[in-house]
């Protein structure tokens, strides 16, 4: 089948791959409801919400409320209804900013001498608590390497370890594996041990005093530049829920991380090779480290934008279908010169996303017959923060996690037209794959997996925080492999976003993008909620997959 023309192909064709039963074309009232998905609306969408006008939309502020306004007024004239569980279209997700101030460089002395993290240079650093003040005063540093503790893959790098009080120096991602076990920790494919969340949340559980995560552009994923503007002025969280934390979160380059080493007499490459080892302990520095933040506390408010198109099945009407995207980015931030400011338009990451999420809508609204589910349209705050509006929307949800068939996510849409393949991120984790592998074979392509598995993306997005109260996912994202382009341009073009636009006031709308094959990928978001809205089945988690017992217990909960 020519690539493209299966959205076009009458309902009465099938399509079958070897060995499997043939799969029924895509019905033609669905079919006529997504051209309502064009290039040119996805473009509206997102001048719009990446305009300078709505400042960045960063978290809490007037942009943040215009664009809840946007999307609530689009959501209306659509006719949808309102799905916050409080009543009305938005959802108020509390937050706690902090700003933090510092009153000079961390400092770290041994008898060797002392090294100076300088924060916006080579450390970048956060409050831990939410309190005035966060402070570390003469804390012993010990190199921790992963920082992980996996009872599943027989893996202690604390081991029995005392660390509290102490300041732990982590390495990024986790172990790659080796030839004897290629699958250790997934071999290249970063996992959620991974994250740099992960290993905060760890050192908080071991009480201690701080953790410095060790930067490099490999075990990242996006250069030191990312973490800078992703770190900087007033940052966001959740009201604190009494989980033990550590007071100072932050970042070194790679650079400092060696001289903290040198300075207690260690070479880092040494101690990083030791922690591939499971034989590896948590090794003392001989290193003190005193720091001090400064914290201006107040409280705050954003939102999450919740609509609903009600499933017209009495009893499946009970069970939803859910989209997410994220409506937030960094706002703005003081330029380089005095007065000068920089607005984070967050046009790929993500107004596309929320474009493409009203486009879904818009589609669906359009169908001559609702689904036999109900369809909900979630547009969450705060993801750059930390996922903060998906995890309140997971702990809050319009219906039972045990009742969300399934969470769409789109965190940003393809600009480099149309590609034989499709990515979906998680592929293998649960039964949707066969869903959108049989869809994108309607569309002529094929599907792949995740192209840069070492970065962790399938935890970095809003998805996760559903995935953690049992929701089945898909995180589909365009693919690489481009049409009238060269091989190897698709994946460039994502490398190169990552490495010159990604966080940065540079993600801005452009007129040379090609929205053709961003047209086809939500197209396929919108097939796939209308296969999982009317099937007779719920989507499952794979046998085995991390996620599978918190389904079990979202289900477990529903019959109480």
Same mark, same amino acid.
């Given at each position: 089948?020519?690539?493209?023309?299966?959205?076009?192909?009458?309902?009465?064709?099938?399509?079958?791959?070897?060995?499997?039963?043939?799969?029924?074309?895509?019905?033609?009232?669905?079919?006529?409801?997504?051209?309502?998905?064009?290039?040119?609306?996805?473009?509206?969408?997102?001048?719009?919400?990446?305009?300078?006008?709505?400042?960045?939309?960063?978290?809490?502020?007037?942009?943040?409320?215009?664009?809840?306004?946007?999307?609530?007024?689009?959501?209306?004239?659509?006719?949808?209804?309102?799905?916050?569980?409080?009543?009305?279209?938005?959802?108020?997700?509390?937050?706690?900013?902090?700003?933090?101030?510092?009153?000079?460089?961390?400092?770290?002395?041994?008898?060797?001498?002392?090294?100076?993290?300088?924060?916006?240079?080579?450390?970048?650093?956060?409050?831990?608590?939410?309190?005035?003040?966060?402070?570390?005063?003469?804390?012993?540093?010990?190199?921790?390497?992963?920082?992980?503790?996996?009872?599943?893959?027989?893996?202690?790098?604390?081991?029995?370890?005392?660390?509290?009080?102490?300041?732990?120096?982590?390495?990024?991602?986790?172990?790659?594996?080796?030839?004897?076990?290629?699958?250790?920790?997934?071999?290249?494919?970063?996992?959620?041990?991974?994250?740099?969340?992960?290993?905060?949340?760890?050192?908080?559980?071991?009480?201690?005093?701080?953790?410095?995560?060790?930067?490099?552009?490999?075990?990242?994923?996006?250069?030191?530049?990312?973490?800078?503007?992703?770190?900087?002025?007033?940052?966001?969280?959740?009201?604190?829920?009494?989980?033990?934390?550590?007071?100072?979160?932050?970042?070194?380059?790679?650079?400092?991380?060696?001289?903290?080493?040198?300075?207690?007499?260690?070479?880092?490459?040494?101690?990083?090779?030791?922690?591939?080892?499971?034989?590896?302990?948590?090794?003392?520095?001989?290193?003190?480290?005193?720091?001090?933040?400064?914290?201006?506390?107040? @409280?705050?408010? $954003?939102?999450?934008?919740? !609509?609903?198109?009600?499933?017209? #099945?009495? +009893? %499946? /009407?009970?069970? =939803?279908?859910?989209?997410?995207?994220?409506?937030?980015?960094?706002?703005?931030?003081?330029?380089?010169?005095?007065?000068?400011?920089?607005?984070?338009?967050?046009?790929?990451?993500?107004?596309?996303?929320?474009?493409?999420?009203?486009?879904?809508?818009?589609?669906?609204?359009?169908?001559?017959?609702?689904?036999?589910?109900?369809?909900?349209?979630?547009?969450?705050?705060?993801?750059?923060?930390?996922?903060?509006?998906?995890?309140?929307?997971?702990?809050?949800?319009?219906?039972?996690?045990?009742?969300?068939?399934?969470?769409?996510?789109?965190?940003?849409?393809?600009?480099?037209?149309?590609? @034989?393949?499709? $990515?979906?991120?998680?592929? !293998?984790?649960?039964?949707?794959? #066969?869903? +959108? %592998? /049989?869809?994108? =074979?309607?569309?002529?392509?094929?599907?792949?997996?995740?192209?840069?598995?070492?970065?962790?993306?399938?935890?970095?997005?809003?998805?996760?925080?559903?995935?953690?109260?049992?929701?089945?996912?898909?995180?589909?994202?365009?693919?690489?492999?481009?049409?009238?382009?060269?091989?190897?341009?698709?994946?460039?073009?994502?490398?190169?976003?990552?490495?010159?636009?990604?966080?940065?006031?540079?993600?801005?709308?452009?007129?040379?993008?090609?929205?053709?094959?961003?047209?086809?990928?939500?197209?396929?978001?919108?097939?796939?909620?209308?296969?999982?809205?009317?099937?007779?089945?719920?989507?499952?988690?794979?046998?085995?997959?991390?996620?599978?017992?918190?389904?079990?217990?979202?289900?477990?909960?529903? /019959?109480?």
């Amino acid at each position: 089948m020519r690539h493209g023309l299966g959205l076009f192909l009458a309902s009465a064709l099938v399509v079958a791959a070897p060995g499997r039963a043939a799969e029924p074309a895509i019905p033609k009232e669905q079919r006529d409801a997504a051209r309502e998905i064009t290039p040119e609306r996805l473009r509206a969408h997102i001048r719009f919400l990446a305009s300078d006008l709505l400042e960045g939309r960063g978290p809490a502020t007037r942009g943040d409320r215009l664009a809840e306004a946007y999307i609530q007024a689009q959501l209306e004239a659509l006719g949808l209804a309102p799905g916050a569980p409080e009543g009305g279209f938005i959802q108020k997700v509390p937050l706690v900013a902090i700003r933090p101030s510092f009153a000079g460089p961390a400092v770290f002395r041994s008898e060797r001498g002392v090294v100076q993290g300088t924060p916006g240079e080579n450390l970048v650093a956060s409050s831990g608590v939410q309190a005035p003040e966060a402070r570390v005063d003469d804390a012993e540093v010990v190199f921790v390497g992963y920082g992980i503790q996996a009872p599943e893959y027989r893996w202690d790098d604390y081991k029995d370890a005392d660390l509290r009080g102490k300041v732990l120096l982590v390495m990024n991602n986790d172990p790659e594996g080796s030839p004897s076990e290629p699958d250790l920790f997934a071999g290249k494919t970063r996992l959620r041990y991974g994250r740099w969340d992960y290993k905060y949340a760890m050192a908080g559980s071991k009480g201690a005093a701080a953790a410095i995560v060790i930067h490099t552009t490999p075990s990242a994923g996006y250069p030191w530049q990312v973490v800078t503007s992703s770190w900087s002025g007033e940052l966001f969280e959740l009201p604190d829920d009494g989980t033990p934390r550590v007071k100072v979160k932050a970042w070194a380059t790679e650079e400092l991380a060696r001289a903290i080493a040198a300075l207690g007499g260690k070479d880092l490459d040494q101690l990083r090779a030791a922690a591939e080892e499971r034989s590896f302990r948590p090794v003392p520095l001989g290193v003190k480290m005193s720091f001090a933040i400064a914290n201006a506390i107040s @409280r705050k408010e $954003s939102g999450n934008v919740i !609509g609903i198109l009600r499933g017209s #099945d009495p +009893v %499946r /009407a009970n069970e =939803a279908v859910l989209y997410t995207a994220h409506h937030d980015h960094f706002g703005a931030k003081p330029g380089a010169k005095p007065g000068a400011e920089l607005i984070y338009h967050g046009a790929l990451d993500n107004a596309s996303g929320v474009a493409a999420i009203l486009s879904v809508a818009r589609a669906f609204a359009s169908l001559p017959a609702r689904p036999a589910r109900s369809i909900v349209f979630a547009f969450v705050a705060g993801e750059e923060q930390g996922l903060l509006g998906s995890q309140w929307l997971a702990a809050h949800p319009p219906f039972p996690a045990g009742r969300i068939a399934a969470d769409i996510n789109v965190d940003g849409i393809g600009w480099f037209g149309r590609t @034989r393949d499709l $990515s979906m991120i998680g592929l !293998g984790k649960s039964s949707i794959d #066969d869903d +959108v %592998r /049989a869809l994108a =074979a309607l569309q002529g392509r094929t599907v792949t997996p995740d192209p840069f598995p070492d970065r962790g993306t399938f935890y970095r997005s809003d998805q996760y925080s559903l995935a953690q109260v049992g929701v089945p996912a898909a995180y589909l994202r365009g693919g690489t492999d481009v049409i009238g382009k060269p091989e190897g341009f698709g994946r460039e073009e994502q490398e190169r976003f990552v490495r010159d636009d990604y966080h940065q006031p540079s993600d801005s709308i452009r007129e040379s993008w090609d929205l053709s094959g961003a047209v086809e990928d939500v197209q396929l978001d919108f097939y796939l909620g209308c296969r999982l809205a009317d099937a007779a089945g719920m989507p499952r988690w794979k046998s085995g997959d991390e996620f599978e017992p918190a389904r079990r217990k979202a289900l477990a909960a529903l /019959a109480k």
